[in-house]
């Protein structure tokens, strides 16, 4: 039992890092380009880490709104994507309002910064739900072709 819920714990643990570390280099570029179309050639590290502890707490959300246990399809996974979808723009636009990421982009930049947003949203939900689905559905097709075999 304790080895099972660990081996769970720990899965859970590598998946939920592994968007942490995408939402942060997300964010990281996008403020890099920022500060650059600014005239600007840094960014303090406090807001690193300010960076890196809003991608974990939306990372974490998503876990949370998505176990990895589970499989969603039809108004299950459109809720839990509207959920989705909710707190991860919450957590990333209410981050940068609160922190001052972005201060002094100008209104067309703020679009763009939307826009991008929810590209790389939609990206990470289409993995999750589209591509890695339907490669697991290929591996659990072969695997059956193979024991018939």
Same mark, same amino acid.
């Given at each position: 039992?304790?080895?099972?819920?660990?081996?769970?714990?720990?899965?859970?643990?590598?998946?939920?890092?592994?968007?942490?570390?995408?939402?942060?280099?997300?964010?990281?570029?996008?403020?890099?380009?920022?500060?650059?179309?600014?005239?600007?050639?840094?960014?303090?590290?406090?807001?690193?880490?300010?960076?890196?502890?809003?991608?974990?707490?939306?990372?974490?959300?998503?876990?949370?709104?998505?176990?990895?246990?589970?499989?969603?399809? #039809?108004? *299950? @996974?459109?809720?839990?994507?509207?959920?989705?979808? %909710? $707190? =991860?723009?919450?957590?990333?636009?209410?981050? !940068?309002?609160?922190?001052?990421?972005?201060?002094?982009?100008?209104?067309? #930049?703020? *679009? @763009?910064?939307?826009?991008?947003?929810?590209?790389? %949203? $939609? =990206?990470?939900?289409?993995?999750?739900?589209? !591509?890695?689905?339907?490669?697991?559905?290929?591996?659990?097709?072969?695997?059956?072709?193979?024991?018939?075999?």
């Amino acid at each position: 039992m304790f080895r099972e819920e660990f081996i769970h714990y720990y899965s859970w643990g590598v998946t939920m890092k592994y968007h942490m570390g995408v939402y942060t280099a997300a964010l990281v570029f996008t403020d890099c380009i920022a500060q650059w179309l600014m005239g600007r050639q840094s960014i303090p590290i406090l807001v690193l880490g300010e960076m890196l502890l809003v991608s974990m707490g939306v990372a974490v959300l998503e876990s949370w709104i998505f176990p990895r246990r589970e499989v969603w399809e #039809g108004e *299950a @996974l459109i809720r839990r994507t509207a959920l989705w979808a %909710l $707190a =991860s723009n919450l957590g990333f636009v209410g981050g !940068a309002a609160l922190c001052g990421w972005f201060d002094g982009v100008p209104l067309w #930049g703020a *679009a @763009l910064l939307a826009l991008f947003l929810e590209f790389g %949203l $939609a =990206s990470m939900w289409f993995a999750d739900h589209v !591509a890695l689905r339907r490669d697991t559905q290929r591996l659990n097709e072969r695997l059956r072709q193979y024991q018939n075999e």
